[in-house]
């Protein structure tokens, strides 16, 4: 059964960086489309970065040149660089990992709460 588990979240001040990890059982991260999605109360889901099987990433506009999706194959492990950081990332935070490999559906995190302050 795969489980995706995110870490990382936290409080950081306007200007600062965090670094978000998701370790996900059962599923080889670097063989599948994985992604990062974060949402706040009463929005929709966005997603934030995405990285796929070729390496290739993509990056929703608001945090473009900011944020850093990667991966790390021998740890299983994706993360999300967040640098630069506002109040407007503050969120909860998911990784997705795309089942059968691609992103169309997900298996789903619990999220990690990302709370920025000015």
């Known amino acids: 059964q795969v489980q995706v588990k995110e870490s990382g979240g936290g409080s950081v001040q306007a200007g600062g960086s965090l670094k978000l990890s998701c370790v996900v059982s059962?599923?080889?991260?670097?063989?599948?489309?994985m992604s990062w999605f974060r949402q706040t109360p009463g929005k929709e889901r966005e997603r934030v970065a995405n990285?796929?099987?070729?390496?290739?990433?993509t990056y929703a506009d608001s945090v473009e040149g900011r944020f850093t999706i990667s991966r790390d194959a021998a740890k299983n492990t994706l993360y999300l660089q967040m640098n630069n950081v506002t109040p407007e990332d503050t969120a909860m935070y998911y990784c997705?990992?795309?089942?059968?490999?691609?992103?169309?559906?997900?298996?789903w995190g619990q999220g990690t709460q990302v709370t920025v302050s000015s």
């Open positions: 990285i796929e099987v070729t390496g290739s990433t």
């Open positions: 059962e599923y080889t991260v670097s063989r599948g489309c």
């Open positions: 997705a990992a795309g089942r059968r490999g691609y992103c169309l559906s997900y298996y």
